[in-house]
């Protein structure tokens, strides 16, 4: 379903991203690891086109993701859940309207897209803070809205760049629930990167190691993580086990 | 860049600027007009409206109630429906605007105002502000009547009224001011005042000397008639007298100085301003440095300009030698003879003080000497009476011895002959008199001689009479007072007084022509009159017979517009900057975050020229310009190209520190982005709610759904 091909991003001399090739299947679930820096953000922003890459392709569907025209790539992006590590949510809107007003914005009747916020927020186990604004809840939390409003429009593919990573260590948990309990119970398209590497072992049908913009190793869980190749997955191995 | 506007946000910003401009113009135009109201009010709350008062009376500040009393009574008995209003006290003097009602407003009222208003307590003088009107200034008197009737022969014009050296042109309504003053102008064009102007030192006849200017003019220039002269003794009568001061003042100055006379050597020339120093500075230790300042044939004048030679009536007589600038001594030039009428002065002074305290003496022994004079004579008379009873007795013994006892002893013959012998001795003084008996001596006239006594001796009493201390006293203040100037500050004084009199500082004598007819160019005939009249110093100026003075409102008025235009223009640009820095900063910021999302520019050029400073600069450029003309605004040396290049950079600052103003909440705006929402809609509902408010925010509330 996503097939990335050559793909190649540098920010003046660092390159970030260095002829990446990776294919995404569909209901497929692929946890992407590696070093800070190694470029993991970028790719998946390029996915979305968040970041433009400087060369390669990316196919969505058979579509190619970077001839898209700017509405086109609007269609597109609708289709594909983006959940920031920053939760990235509107500040002076309220968790009900952060959730729902993309879907007015695209055209959707007001209260239809109340009840499906109003849904989605109950698949995040929010049912009662609706009114209230994102600086007043807790982290957890606010990444949960974060969660809802990706998957409010029902997306094919969900793009996660490090949800838990800003959190405190016990908010992690009911993020990682939530998460968990969207890829058993939705089948769909996930594309996650994590440093949770138990989290990773548990959900993931694939791995992806990333280091220096390249793709170092991948492979199902088990098998990278019982035998892993290069460095970095060593280094993630040695992580699990203590 | 430009994908951006693309899906709709165009439109919002066309809005924005078209708004932006219309209230900017408002804004910058309203606060000007606030401006004008405002001190169009005030104006008129201080002059009055137009044609509501006819004259202001400046009165001096505490006389002003007596001056009220005075001014209403003068009102209602003269001017029944008159108009009065006290308003501002200037620098001590209260001003008091008048009003006269329209039947009153006349020629006749406007020329006597001193006669009505003239006993009004503490009045210091008075304007005329009579409206409509238009004033010239400074008409000459030679052409004031021909004027005046010229003047009220023009359409519009009611009459003039002359106000000391200004006419005032009354109209019949306010319209007719532009095209009267015009027709005023080109009146006052067909006349001209040359003037001569003769340096001090070089004044002239004016009366004859005119004639021949006025010759020199007919013979050159033909139209003996175009010419008159007007040369007036009032004008600058000031200034006369203060140059004629000045004269007097040199004169006494020069008289009073030492006179320094010098007998120069025949092989030596001499000229005025050269200096003369002495071999040996005599008695005095000061080197006394003489200046020449006439030379008459054989007979050179000078005068001290250093040094103070020593005090003396007489003549002091010195071998004189050039003075070189060095301060060493030149050739010898001749024998330099000083006197000092101010020292003979001083010794004069001295002289009669002397006497008039030896008279003062004088008079008191005078009086003492006809007081002993009469004691004398009184003792006199009375010897001369004893003298007389002795003589009867003296007769009566000699006839008795000789008639009446013929057989006299001999002791009464001894007796007579003791007396007569003592009467002989008695009367030996008055024989050495001149006189050769005792009656002689009677005949003296005891009483005469005492009248004449006492004349002598009231005289010395009036002599005593007179205050002679006072005198002394008066005449020794005299002598105290003669200015204690030394040589050297009177020659000092005296050039000062001369290069200020002989410059061109201060004319000297002038003679005025009235020119009627086309102008003449009065540095031509400069040329000529100085050689024709043989007077190379003579001077030549063209003034006009008068000017036409906007009225003061009509001045006021157009300062307060010039005010007006130049506020408003502060205003646009300020409004600009603030437009900028609260709506426009926003869009900057935000479009150049979503640029460094996009792949970065590879050419070159658009690096340099950056199209969002492109963006910023026209934006500012369109916002400024439009609101400057809109609003009227006008700064002096500020033009178009100007503005819009000042519009322009203001733009690209602002584009510049556009995160400074109005830093981009990135993480909303990406969420935006992942979330598919066009351009339009994150800058309507993620980045413009949140910023700063400003008209983008207040426009942005009609378009946002959430
Ligand atoms: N906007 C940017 N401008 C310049 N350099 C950037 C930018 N974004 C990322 N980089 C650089 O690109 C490289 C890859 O960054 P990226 O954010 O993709 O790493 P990452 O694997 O997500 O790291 P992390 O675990 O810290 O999130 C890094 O060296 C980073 O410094
Ligand atoms: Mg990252």
Request: charged share 20%; proline share 3%; with cysteine.
């Amino acid at each position: 379903m996503l097939d990335i091909k050559g793909l190649h991003k540098h920010y003046g001399k660092v390159i970030a991203l260095d002829e990446v090739d990776l294919q995404v299947h569909k209901g497929e679930t692929v946890v992407i690891m590696g070093p800070s820096g190694c470029g993991k953000s970028t790719l998946i922003r390029c996915v979305n086109r968040l970041t433009e890459p400087d060369g390669g392709a990316i196919y969505f569907n058979g579509q190619n993701v970077l001839g898209l025209n700017s509405v086109e790539l609007q269609g597109l992006r609708r289709n594909m859940g983006f959940v920031f590590q920053q939760f990235n949510l509107i500040a002076r809107l309220t968790i009900l309207e952060n959730v729902m007003f993309h879907l007015v914005l695209g055209g959707m009747d007001r209260d239809e897209a109340i009840v499906l916020a109003k849904e989605a927020l109950a698949k995040v186990g929010l049912e009662s803070t609706w009114e209230r604004r994102p600086h007043e809840l807790s982290g957890g939390q606010q990444q949960r809205v974060g969660i809802a409003r990706a998957l409010v429009t029902n997306p094919e593919l969900m793009l996660w760049d490090e949800p838990t990573a800003s959190l405190d260590p016990i908010l992690v948990g009911e993020v990682l629930e939530v998460m968990e309990d969207l890829v058993k119970n939705t089948g769909t398209t996930m594309v996650i990167v994590t440093h949770e590497v138990s989290f990773a072992l548990r959900v993931a049908q694939r791995v992806v190691f990333m280091d220096q913009g390249r793709i170092v190793e991948e492979g199902s869980p088990q098998k990278v993580l019982e035998n892993p190749q290069s460095e970095i997955a060593q280094l993630y191995k040695k992580l699990l086990a203590s | 860049m430009l994908s951006f506007f693309r899906d709709g946000f165009y439109q919002d910003l066309l809005i924005l600027l078209i708004v932006t401009i219309i209230v900017g113009a408002v804004f910058s135009q309203g606060i000007a007009w606030a401006i004008d109201t405002y001190f169009g009010d005030t104006l008129d709350g201080m002059i009055g409206e137009y044609g509501e008062y006819d004259l202001v009376l400046h009165i001096r500040d505490e006389a002003k109630e007596a001056a009220l009393r005075e001014l209403e009574r003068i009102g209602d008995q003269s001017f029944p429906g008159y108009k009065l209003n006290q308003t501002l006290t200037i620098a001590g003097q209260a001003n008091f605007f008048f009003g006269l009602p329209a039947e009153f407003r006349t020629k006749e009222v406007l020329e006597s105002i001193t006669s009505y208003f003239g006993a009004v307590p503490g009045l210091n003088g008075y304007t005329l502000m009579v409206e409509p009107s238009v004033l010239i200034r400074g008409v000459h008197p030679s052409v004031r009547q021909e004027l005046r009737e010229q003047l009220e022969d023009l359409p519009g014009v009611k009459f003039t009224v002359r106000d000391g050296a200004n006419l005032v042109i009354v109209l019949d309504s306010e319209d007719s001011v532009p095209q009267v003053t015009k027709q005023v102008q080109s009146l006052l064009k067909q006349y001209q005042i040359l003037e001569l102007r003769f340096p001090m030192g070089f004044e002239v006849d004016t009366q004859l000397v005119g004639d021949q200017a006025l010759a020199i003019l007919a013979n050159q220039l033909g139209a003996k008639n175009r010419y008159e002269n007007v040369t007036s003794a009032e004008y600058g009568e000031d200034l006369d007298a203060f140059l004629k001061t000045l004269v007097e003042m040199r004169d006494f100055l020069t008289s009073y100085a030492s006179k320094v006379l010098i007998t120069p050597d025949p092989q030596v020339r001499l000229a005025v301003g050269e200096r003369i120093l002495f071999a040996e500075p005599s008695d005095s230790k000061e080197e006394i440095i003489v200046e020449v300042t006439g030379v008459f044939g054989e007979l050179i004048e000078g005068m001290i300009v250093q040094g103070q030679p020593v005090q003396s009536t007489d003549k002091l007589v010195q071998s004189g030698y050039r003075y070189l600038g060095d301060g060493s001594l030149g050739e010898y030039v001749g024998e330099v003879t000083i006197e000092n009428e101010r020292y003979r002065l001083a010794y004069a002074i001295d002289e009669s003080l002397r006497l008039l305290e030896e008279l003062e003496e004088l008079a008191v022994q005078a009086s003492e000497a006809v007081a002993n004079g009469e004691a004398v004579l009184t003792t006199f008379q009375e010897a001369l009476m004893q003298l007389e009873v002795l003589q009867v007795q003296m007769h009566q013994l000699n006839e008795g011895i000789a008639q009446g006892d013929s057989k006299a002893s001999g002791e009464q013959f001894l007796v007579s002959l003791l007396l007569n012998g003592l009467f002989q001795t008695l009367a030996q003084a008055a024989i050495k008199t001149g006189e050769g008996s005792l009656d002689s001596l009677q005949n003296l006239d005891i009483e005469e001689m005492r009248q004449s006594l006492l004349g002598i001796s009231e005289q010395i009493a009036n002599v005593q009479a007179i205050d002679v201390a006072a005198i002394i006293q008066q005449i020794g203040f005299v002598r105290d007072t003669l200015p204690d100037l030394r040589d050297e500050e009177i020659g000092q004084s005296i050039r000062l007084i001369n290069t200020y009199l002989g410059g061109q500082v201060i004319p000297g004598e002038r003679i005025q022509i009235l020119v009627r007819g086309s102008h003449l160019d009065e540095k031509e005939l400069e040329t000529l009159f100085r050689s024709e009249l043989d007077n190379p110093y003579l001077h030549t100026y063209s003034t006009s017979v008068g000017m036409v003075n906007p009225d003061a409102r009509g001045e006021i008025f157009r300062i307060l517009k010039e005010v007006r235009s130049i506020v408003a223009g502060m205003l646009s640009i300020i409004f600009t900057l603030v437009v900028l820095v609260l709506d426009h900063a926003t869009i900057f910021s935000t479009l150049k975050f979503l640029r460094s999302c996009e792949k970065p520019i590879k050419r070159r050029f658009l690096r340099i020229f950056d199209p969002l400073f492109l963006l910023g600069g026209v934006v500012g450029s369109i916002i400024l310009t439009s609101v400057y003309y809109l609003s009227r605004a006008q700064i002096p040396l500020v033009t178009l190209p100007v503005v819009l290049l000042l519009g322009f950079g203001l733009g690209v600052l602002v584009v510049v520190f556009a995160e400074r103003f109005s830093p981009v909440h990135s993480m909303e705006v990406m969420a935006g982005q992942s979330l598919g929402l066009s351009n339009v809609q994150i800058m309507r509902e993620v980045v413009i709610p949140p910023s700063r408010p400003g008209l983008m925010n207040l426009l942005n509330r009609w378009k946002q759904q959430f």
